[in-house]
């Protein structure tokens, strides 16, 4: 049974930084893609950041292109995305997510698996 689990979440002052991991159980790890999405209250979930099964290819929302940072470890079957220069608006529920397919998508629908997410608050 595939599992995601996230971790790293918290309450951080603007400015600051975290940084989320998301440890898979997936046999075959290395020839998926990875994604981050997240979901603020009364909004739609929305896409962050997306990086391939080799981990060369990386794709990022223009809300966080510049602040964050989508890498992995197939050696871990892990995926991080550390969050710099944290704003307000970056609050929300962080979902890790799997898509079979080596190349990442911008579209949730496309991922097969996800993980029950991380609570990321940012105060002012």
């Known amino acids: 049974q595939v599992q995601l689990v996230e971790s790293g979440g918290g309450l951080v002052q603007a400015g600051g930084s975290l940084r989320l991991s998301c440890a898979a159980s997936?046999?075959?790890?290395?020839?998926?893609?990875m994604g981050w999405f997240r979901q603020a209250p009364g909004k739609e979930r929305e896409f962050v950041a997306t990086i391939s099964s080799s981990g060369v290819g990386t794709t990022y929302a223009d809300s966080v292109k510049g602040r964050f940072a989508i890498s992995r470890d197939n050696a871990k079957n892990t995926v991080y995305l550390q969050m710099n220069s944290l704003k307000p608006e970056d609050t929300a529920v962080y979902y890790c997510?799997?898509?079979?397919?080596?190349?990442?998508?911008?579209?949730?629908?496309?991922?097969?698996?996800w993980g029950q997410g991380t609570q990321v608050t940012v105060s002012s």
């Open positions: 997510a799997a898509d079979s397919y080596e190349e990442g998508s911008t579209d949730s629908a496309w991922y097969d698996y």
């Open positions: 997936i046999r075959t790890f290395s020839s998926y893609a």
